[in-house]
């Protein structure tokens, strides 16, 4: 979600970006304002990333030890069964 509202403000500030360049009339500072805000969002949104990618490997992991304890209790009561025998 953070992702695609950081794509529609960078959107949004890159318009106001071209209309700069495009009207002299405009101050300087508000250029330099307009660059200020992509690289602000730029690195809110890599944030955002980086912390969604955290917890999907966290996640990931937690699955993998789930399914490995769940697989080793299988094969340890399959193994005692069958010496029981």
Known sequence: MMTVSGCLIRVFIFREMISF??????????GYFFAACMYIVAV????????YFHRCYLVGMQVR???????YKKVI???SL???C
Do not use: F, Y
């Open 21 to 30: 360049t495009e009207d002299l009339s405009i101050p300087v500072w508000q």
């Open 82 to 84: 069958s010496w029981k």
């Open 65 to 71: 030890t789930v399914v490995i304890s769940v697989i």
């Open 77 to 79: 009561t399959t193994v």
């Open 44 to 51: 809110i949104q890599a944030i955002m990333l980086q912390q």
